[in-house]
């Protein structure tokens, strides 16, 4: 458990003054991030993507650690490398510092296009741990459809018509075929939960393996709502069991924090202009789609977590 | 064939331009993703093609895109996906591919600067060698320049019907500015716009050769679905596609792709003489940086200099010919480019005097202005006065 007195004094090492935009949870990801690694030396690799672009606009940085850029779709091969020489130099005896190597990113780069790099990186079992910011689609870009758009939400790319309901397919659940890897540490989290989220990255730091933490990223821009609601909206989509906070250590699932009242998704959804077409006359087919689709998820996890 | 009037003033950007351009063309199909500066094209794509029966597939990388498009490709549908630089790096092996298995597509580059990430909101061309030479292996490579937005247009359907006559992959390099500048345009009607689709087989399908010797480097194609067997690999293959380590094989296939850009450099030559009547001092530009040419050779002429502009909008295969013709008539060749100099160095090729030529290389992305232009012409003219030399301009 993360104390908050003890967490206040440590030196924020994500500097001010980024361009994310205001109400962005991204940067507020890997704030928690370096709070849980407290004086631990990272080594970061960030994607493609946001997060990236907006912390690093040249001649600043907001990164104070070791950071590398790549490209889109290899955070997790750079990452990899970065670590692999790293056991090396330390068998050879020319290096005896202790570090933790992290691989950020967005949703595109991770569940997209850095798929197939993340896959290599866990399967091969390098001690890193891969972080994704999970916004829900290309924001970057100007907000196209990623695998981790949810059904029906629109975006640029996934268009609201007179026939076309937005997007017409549910998201992979990343988070599952990640524990597929049986990987040492698998986690979903928020950053609306911050006292959840510093908790998993700790034990993602210290699992000793490869471990991978999905962290659902509010996006004002992409989801459309007014930025002083980013942290709220996030506390609503867990506790409408939207996007459930879990954990998976060595196989095993705990479920991390279970609402006390189970809100319907409405109370979600409706805060946020991508889903406004669903609030039309003719939308209650959809709307009782998706609260089937989370109904039958959480029975799901609750079950897998011994808890049904 | 969208919804996008014509034969009136719209206002587009040039992403929107090619998009059009391609339903045009007949394109009805596009696997594509998400990359600045390119992806209004996909947007535009993906709100039109259903609407006509198309298809619209966001994929999952740039590998992914081009490998859709070909195999869409392979059952009739015109097919594209649009992309910019780091993309384009990504989609190479496939270019290579549907080079090697003759399938048309077309793939719009809206460049930015680079290397790697580079500079995505920034303009560049620096991607032109890498649309001649970018997978490995001798194949024929095509690419076309727009420079404004009424070529984004035309030149994209044009793209579509080189592609589909010849069989070959066709690049589009369009570039940052030219992609999201907005101009006034009146498009054609679907009339007006001269669509080409490929040459099918009039055999039985038992004599069908998928990859027919032909002199001019073009063999029927038949569609997936429509009875004639066939296989295709990248591999290097025989006449039915069939993989093979034949020597006169081998050979009769890369000699057919070599035959695509020989036989038919009439057709794939395509360029602008602006000016170039009388000119002695000639700028050679292209896309984005031609209208800064253009307006440099105003002002030239404003001041009495015989200044002329040759734009190619095919550079690959290049324009030998009229490149060749200029070089004989100019005493001095400008090439202002935003890069190193990929294209000025394919011009002094063709020169015996090569002291003539100069490049205006501007890697920063602040642009390359019509000032520019006209500064390096007179310091040029003043240098060779010091020398001597006039230059009759």
């Not at chain 2, 395509?270 to 292209?286: G, H, L, N, P």
Request: overall charge neutral; glycine content about 8%; charged content about 20%.
């Amino acid at each position: 458990m993360a104390n908050i007195k003890e967490l206040a004094k440590q030196e924020e090492k994500l500097s001010a003054g980024h361009r994310a935009c205001s109400g962005c949870t991204a940067p507020m990801v890997v704030r928690m991030l370096y709070m849980a690694a407290g004086d631990t030396p990272l080594v970061i690799g960030c994607a493609t993507g946001c997060l990236e672009v907006t912390t690093t606009i040249f001649p600043n940085t907001s990164w104070k650690t070791s950071f590398i850029h790549s490209a889109f779709e290899n955070s997790a091969a750079t990452v990899s490398g970065v670590e692999a020489a790293y056991k090396s130099l330390k068998k050879q005896g020319r290096y005896d510092r202790d570090v933790r190597f992290v691989a950020f990113g967005g949703d595109g780069g991770t569940y997209d296009i850095g798929f197939q790099s993340l896959s290599g990186a866990m399967e091969r079992g390098h001690n890193m741990v891969y972080v994704c910011y999970n916004n829900e689609a290309y924001m970057n870009t100007g907000v196209q459809r990623s695998s981790a758009t949810p059904k029906f939400g629109e975006t640029t790319t996934s268009p609201v018509g007179s026939v076309e309901p937005g997007k017409k397919q549910f998201p992979k659940d990343l988070t599952e075929i990640m524990v597929a890897h049986s990987i040492p540490y698998v986690a979903q989290a928020s950053p609306s939960m911050w006292n959840d989220l510093i908790t998993k990255f700790q034990k993602a730091l210290n699992c000793g393996g490869p471990a991978f933490v999905n962290v659902l990223s509010p996006c004002r821009l992409g989801w459309a709502f007014p930025s002083e609601k980013a942290v709220s909206i996030g506390r609503d989509a867990v506790n409408t069991c939207v996007w459930p906070l879990y954990e998976v250590v060595d196989g095993q699932y705990k479920i991390t924090y279970k609402p006390r009242e189970k809100k319907p998704v409405d109370e979600y959804l409706k805060q946020q202009t991508r889903y406004r077409h669903l609030f039309r006359p003719g939308g209650e087919a959809a709307l009782a789609e998706i609260q089937a689709n989370v109904d039958s998820k959480w029975e799901r996890l609750k079950r897998l977590a011994g808890e049904a | 064939m969208s919804t996008v009037k014509t034969g009136e003033p719209v206002l587009l950007s040039g992403n929107e331009a090619v998009a059009y351009g391609a339903l045009a063309a007949g394109a009805r199909f596009y696997a594509g993703y998400p990359i600045t500066p390119s992806s209004e094209i996909a947007e535009v794509m993906a709100r039109e093609l259903p609407l006509v029966g198309g298809k619209f597939i966001q994929m999952e990388d740039e590998m992914a895109s081009l490998g859709a498009v070909i195999g869409a490709s392979l059952t009739g549908l015109k097919s594209f996906t649009a992309t910019s630089g780091p993309g384009f790096s990504l989609m190479q092996e496939h270019v290579g591919f549907a080079a090697m298995a003759e399938v048309p597509c077309v793939v719009i580059d809206v460049m930015r600067g680079g290397p790697s990430t580079g500079l995505p909101t920034k303009t560049s061309q620096a991607d032109v060698m890498q649309a001649k030479y970018g997978s490995h292996g001798d194949y024929p490579s095509v690419a076309l320049v727009p420079s404004s937005v009424l070529e984004c247009f035309t030149l994209t359907v044009k793209a579509f019907n080189i592609s589909e006559k010849y069989r070959v992959p066709v690049v589009l390099l369009s570039d940052e500015i030219v992609g999201h500048m907005r101009e006034k345009v009146v498009l054609p009607s679907q009339d007006e716009v001269e669509v080409v689709d490929r040459i099918k087989p009039t055999v039985p399908p038992e004599w069908y050769q998928h990859y027919q010797d032909s002199i001019t480097g073009v063999s029927p194609m038949a569609n997936f679905g429509e009875g004639y067997r066939f296989h295709v690999t990248g591999l290097t293959h025989d006449v039915y596609g069939f993989p093979t380590e034949k020597p006169s094989e081998i050979s009769a296939l890369l000699e057919k792709f070599k035959n695509k850009e020989i036989h038919n450099s009439r057709d794939l030559t395509m360029v602008e003489e602006f000016c170039m009547e009388d000119a002695k001092i000639c700028i050679f530009a292209y896309g984005s940086v031609a209208r800064s040419a253009r307006m440099a050779v105003k002002i030239l002429r404003q001041c009495g200099v015989k200044a002329g502009m040759l734009r190619p909008m095919i550079v690959w295969p290049f324009p030998k010919i009229p490149v060749e013709n200029m070089l004989e008539r100019a005493n001095l060749v400008i090439v202002p480019e935003m890069n190193v100099g990929q294209l000025r160095k394919e011009v002094e090729r063709l020169s015996n005097a090569q002291d003539k030529i100069h490049g205006i290389n501007v890697l920063d992305p602040t642009f390359i202005t019509a000032e520019q232009i006209v500064d390096k012409v007179r310091d040029l003219r003043a240098k060779n006065r010091r020398t001597g030399e006039y230059i009759i301009g």
